[in-house]
């Protein structure tokens, strides 16, 4: 049994005009990528953890071929929310749709063998990553309408992550955390999410939201405890990172 983690898979399969190739060259039929790196790596008593931003869809109706695509690949699937996930609906509605591979966590955990795993979104925590990060403009992008109360947004991210981590049951297990956005920065300061983690004994916290960052520049590891992982698939060559 291994775990793996990857995130941002970013698939379109329901909403096929949504292409990650205007990101990049690397992005060309990264599905194609994926399936040939999982396949290779993991198998089918494994765990793959998805750290968020799985779908361009929007509804519910336009991510089930998503699903069912990844529900095609070995292993046993746990995902979180990313800040893209904008079909991402009631656990009730989620669980009607998934395939029977695929699992999810929203203020909960998951036991996998003698590991638990909890998990949130969170949201910016105001870490400027702009030195690590080769940009391309997305000539697609829309101008920012809305005003965010990000503080507001985060605290309350903050409250579902220690609702999920109240969720472990077993003091002996390894715990791993999920989150979408990155809980420290690139020095792994404290913070509040970080706080939180090393309260509840987590051994790992695996993350992604951050894109187009230079190969190795990031010197994420460990801190008072606890190892972070950056798994944006294409930080990662598009292979899931083997945790455990």
């Known amino acids: ?16 005009g949504k292409k990650m190739d205007l990101f990049g060259e690397n992005w060309r039929d990264h599905d194609v990528k994926i399936r040939k ?9 494994d765990l793959v953890l998805l750290a968020g931003d799985i779908s361009w869809a929007m509804k519910l109706p336009e991510v089930i071929p998503d699903l069912e695509w990844i529900d095609s690949l070995p ?22 749709i998934l395939p029977p591979t695929i699992h999810f966590i929203h203020n909960n955990a998951y036991r996998f063998e003698d590991v638990e795993i909890g998990g949130a979104r969170l949201w910016d925590y105001d870490f400027n990553f702009n030195e690590f990060i080769e940009f391309r403009e997305n000539p697609k992008e829309r101008p920012e309408t809305a005003v965010k109360d990000d503080e507001k947004i985060y ?22 955390v999920m989150t979408h956005y990155p809980p420290v920065d690139a020095k792994m300061n ?37 190892r972070y992982i950056l798994t ?6 598009f292979k899931p990172v083997k945790i455990i």
């Open 1 to 16: 049994m291994s775990i793996w983690a990857i995130a941002d898979l970013h698939f379109s399969f329901g909403v096929p």
């Open 37 to 45: 790196s999982w396949k290779e790596l993991v198998q089918p008593d």
């Open 75 to 96: 292993g046993t699937k746990l995902m979180i929310r990313g800040n893209h996930d904008y079909w991402w609906g009631s656990p009730t509605k989620i669980r009607d």
């Open 155 to 176: 605290r309350r991210e903050l409250t579902r992550l220690e609702l999920s981590l109240k969720e472990f049951q077993d003091p002996q297990s390894r715990k791993i």
């Open 190 to 226: 404290p913070t509040p999410a970080s706080d939180l983690l090393e309260r509840y004994q987590v051994s790992t916290c695996v993350f992604g939201h951050l894109h187009n960052v230079r190969p190795g520049s990031l010197p994420f590891g460990e801190a008072r405890g606890v």
């Open 232 to 237: 944006s698939c294409d930080y990662t060559d």
